[in-house]
């Protein structure tokens, strides 16, 4: 780990910091929730040391990057975050296409990437979240309301400051940790007044997180909060208006889908039928294969480092 650098770099009209390490063709590694640039480190060292330069940074709101203040929808938009990442890699001298690997939210961010400058990418990983088109008849929000219910946690993160109050009387190392480990459906549910831990409850960390790891995480959300994360998901409506001249849009750069076979986000409903099906690749039409990684459950790049590191290299070594 000491091998990884760090710096801030102005970029969008915001500070950034970033890890990086390695010499050669360049990735990008884009981060969910609630995660930072921390999530990346197996696959920063091991990429690194196999002629890659790795680049994974703390995004708009996260960690050591600036988190503006204000109204989600005129800080913390697809367009803001996007144009934090080409603005990135402009001031890196990153001139050719880059790799670009994203996780849960950095999945999202990372499939409007490739929808907005597909001139800026030359292949993807993904992993998680797969590509939904934009449907022109119904809000983000009044879907998932529809589907999974007002206590789904993104129809719970919607009105400002309600979340973060219900956090605030929850231990950060307990919430994390909760979050990091959970499984299937019911980790999606977030019920009004908040999460609920006995007195002296502890989380029992499996094998591929330690204190350690949770001890980082903990002194950044301690640090700048969660507002800006959860602002992420305040815009999506805000995204849905703007992105209507992307209705039915492709994305067309090839692509590797990658999902652990415990994700929580197969348990939505439709979801597997969708990638199965070929749905899925009718939107995404250079799609080239979907790795559904055994025993994984969401968070597959820190649970299964070794062979999600594989699946990347293979991947983009092929070009």
């Not at 979801?271 to 009718?282: A, L, P, Q, V």
Request: proline residues 6%.
């Amino acid at each position: 780990m000491d091998k990884i650098k760090h710096r801030t770099v102005l970029v969008n009209d915001i500070n950034m910091h970033i890890a990086e390490i390695g010499e050669g063709r360049p990735i990008l590694f884009l981060h969910g929730f609630p995660e930072l640039w921390y999530s990346w480190r197996h696959q920063l060292l091991h990429l690194s040391s196999q002629n890659y330069r790795c680049i994974a940074p703390d995004l708009r709101g996260y960690g050591d990057t600036d988190a503006p203040t204000g109204d989600a929808n005129t800080n913390y938009s697809v367009f803001h975050i996007v144009g934090d990442l080409v603005a990135l890699l402009d001031y890196l001298g990153i001139d050719d296409e880059v790799f670009l690997v994203g996780h849960d939210f950095g999945a999202v961010i990372a499939w409007y990437f490739c929808l907005f400058r597909p001139d800026r990418i030359k292949a993807l990983v993904n992993m998680s979240v797969a590509y939904m088109t934009r449907t022109p008849f119904l809000k983000p929000t009044e879907s998932l309301k529809l589907v999974a219910g007002e206590d789904f946690y993104i129809c719970r993160f919607q009105e400002p400051g309600v979340v973060e109050e219900e956090y605030s009387h929850i231990d950060t190392s307990l919430l994390l940790k909760s979050i990091l480990t959970s499984h299937g459906s019911l980790s999606t549910i977030f019920p009004k007044g908040g999460l609920k831990f006995p007195p002296d409850f502890k989380v029992p960390l499996p094998p591929w997180l330690t204190e350690e790891d949770v001890d980082y995480y903990v002194s950044k959300y301690k640090k700048s909060g969660f507002t800006g994360p959860l602002n992420y998901y305040r815009a999506l409506d805000f995204n849905w208006e703007l992105g209507a001249p992307w209705t039915h849009a492709k994305i067309k750069v090839p692509v590797k889908f990658i999902v652990g076979d415990q994700d929580m986000v197969l348990s939505f409903p439709g979801i597997r039928d969708y990638i199965d099906n070929g749905e899925f690749k009718s939107y995404v039409p250079l799609l080239e294969e979907v790795v559904f990684l055994e025993g994984a459950s969401h968070f597959c790049n820190q649970e299964k480092p070794d062979e999600v590191n594989q699946h990347i290299l293979g991947y983009f070594n092929r070009f």
